[in-house]
């Protein structure tokens, strides 16, 4: 966020301190200290000074990973910015958590390998509900896959229910919405697999992935995300 005459507001995820705001001194000025270093999506060592304003001020930055071709593929930086957000919403404490920070990492660095491409897999839809799942597990709000969420039933899993926290049953389903056969194998792959390793997905399948993602955060997190990728069209 541009602050003042040449300042800028950084909302920052680290490993060790979480989600942290700190405030850059006159790095919007031509010839900044920072030199273009403090842009979003970049992986930093970044110093910070602690005063007594909640605000931290940096004072130094030097760029591990820049991402560069991220920022020529119109998708991949659409997801970048998707990626980013969402672990902002759902990780805003100063609570560490590094698993999310080296998550958030490779899904930074995948959509920098593949921008370029036609139609990079992990800017996709797949490739973002593919991360939410990992974010979900990395929060302790991974869903109930392997029975049903309210009575155990292993068999006859028809739906998901956000309320109970995973699949439901054929007798528990008052109140859920139906999980398909595919949607299902989705997200207990996306779930067991690297972000490289990409489960299928069609379009239907993805939809209800999305909503039992959602549907998820809303009854446990009290989160709403952004639609994981753009509406197509
Ligand atoms: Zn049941």
Redesign the pocket.
């Known amino acids: 966020m541009r602050y003042g005459e040449a300042d800028r507001i950084l909302h920052l995820y680290t490993p060790a301190r979480g989600r942290v705001s700190a405030i850059a001194k006159g790095v919007r000025r031509a010839r900044s200290r920072f030199g273009g270093r403090l842009e979003p999506y970049f992986r930093l060592s970044i110093e910070l000074h602690e005063g007594r304003s909640e605000l931290l001020t940096v004072t130094g930055a030097q760029t591990i990973d820049a991402y560069p071709r991220l920022r020529s593929d119109a998708a991949a930086l659409d997801a970048a910015s998707r990626a980013c957000d969402a672990v902002g919403r759902l990780f805003e404490t100063s609570e560490p958590h590094p698993g999310v920070f080296n998550l958030l990492c490779r899904q930074l660095g995948l959509l920098d390998e593949q921008a370029g491409a036609d139609g990079p897999a992990a800017a996709g839809r797949g490739g973002a509900l593919a991360f939410r799942l990992k974010l979900l597990l990395a929060a302790g709000l991974a869903p109930q896959l392997g029975?049903?969420?309210?009575?155990?039933?292993v068999e006859h899993?028809v739906g998901f229910s956000g309320a109970?926290g995973g699949v439901?049953?054929?007798?528990?389903?008052a109140g859920s919405f139906p999980l398909g056969e595919e949607a299902y194998g989705f997200m207990t792959q996306a779930l067991g697999r690297p972000l490289t390793d990409l489960p299928a997905g069609g379009d239907g399948a993805l939809g209800q992935v999305e909503r039992a993602i959602s549907a998820t955060l809303e009854h446990h997190a009290h989160v709403r995300l952004m639609p994981a990728a753009p509406a197509l069209g």
């Open positions: 029975a049903c969420a309210n009575c155990g039933e899993l109970a439901v049953c054929g007798a528990c389903e």
